[in-house]
T-cell receptor, first 114, second 111 residues
Framework: DAGVIQSPRHEVTEMGQEVTLRCKPI?????LFWYRQTMMRGLELLIY????????DSGMPEDRFSAKMPNASFSTLKIQPSEPRDSAVYFC????????????FGSGTQLSVL | GENVEQHPSTLSVQEGDSAVIKCTYS??????FPWYKQELGKRPQLIID?????GEKKDQRIAVTLNKTAKHFSLHITETQPEDSAVYFC??????????FGKGTMLLVSP
């Protein structure tokens, strides 16, 4: 199994631009998570999907952030418009079963907003 | 909601020494406590976990202990090696809730 696949690995953009991060979970996993990692705040849960349905989006910072999961094998996290404070590493993770069970993280996307 | 505090934020040890990282949680209903290791530039990976019906769990050089009364749990690494150098995250959850992570501990093992 290739594991959780994220793209791109690195994204450099200018303030105000739209950014789209992509994730392919492990086949058969029914839970998908988007996390943001910064030095100051650590690992923050942004949104959690179960069976493609958003269950908890309380961690989404503001309306500039949106996430979709159109099918079991693909999810996107979009930031529009992007701001310098959005600079962080964004991880996608998937798991099988209950949301607290073993998470498999992707390699992450390093986002820099200039 | 759940709040997880992790200490220390950084820890430096000599190779062969033991390392202990401690976490406290706020929600008495929490019943699952995993630990994740993140090497520099890599993804977090689960290294060990413990459930509330168990007080201690070991896996080779790593062990986790849980004190439900005091609402704290700890990661113990014995005979540390340079490859143990990483950031370690504790987490807690209850029922069907998602994990709440601590802020992480950067462990540096010097040869």
């Amino acid at each position: 199994d290739a594991g959780v696949i994220q793209s791109p690995r690195h994204e450099v953009t200018e303030m105000g631009q739209e950014v789209t991060l992509r994730c392919k979970p492990i086949s058969g996993h029914n839970s998908l998570f988007w996390y943001r990692q910064t030095m100051m705040r650590g690992l923050e849960l942004l949104i959690y999907f179960n069976n493609n349905v958003p269950i908890d989006d309380s961690g989404m910072p503001e309306d500039r952030f949106s996430a979709k999961m159109p099918n079991a094998s693909f999810s996107t996290l979009k930031i529009q418009p992007s701001e310098p404070r959005d600079s962080a590493v964004y991880f996608c993770a998937s798991s099988l079963g209950a949301p607290k069970e073993k998470l498999f993280f992707g390699s992450g996307t390093q986002l820099s907003v200039l | 909601g759940e709040n997880v505090e992790q200490h220390p934020s950084t820890l430096s040890v000599q190779e062969g020494d033991s390392a202990v990282i401690k976490c406290t949680y706020s929600d008495s209903a929490s019943n699952y406590f995993p630990w994740y290791k993140q090497e520099l530039g890599k993804r977090p990976q689960l290294i060990i976990d413990i459930r509330s019906n168990v007080g201690e769990k070991k896996d080779q050089r790593i062990a986790v202990t849980l004190n439900k009364t005091a609402k704290h749990f700890s990661l113990h690494i014995t005979e540390t090696q340079p490859e143990d150098s990483a950031v370690y995250f504790c987490a807690a959850s209850s029922g069907y809730s998602t994990l709440t992570f601590g802020k992480g501990t950067m462990l540096l093992v010097s040869p």
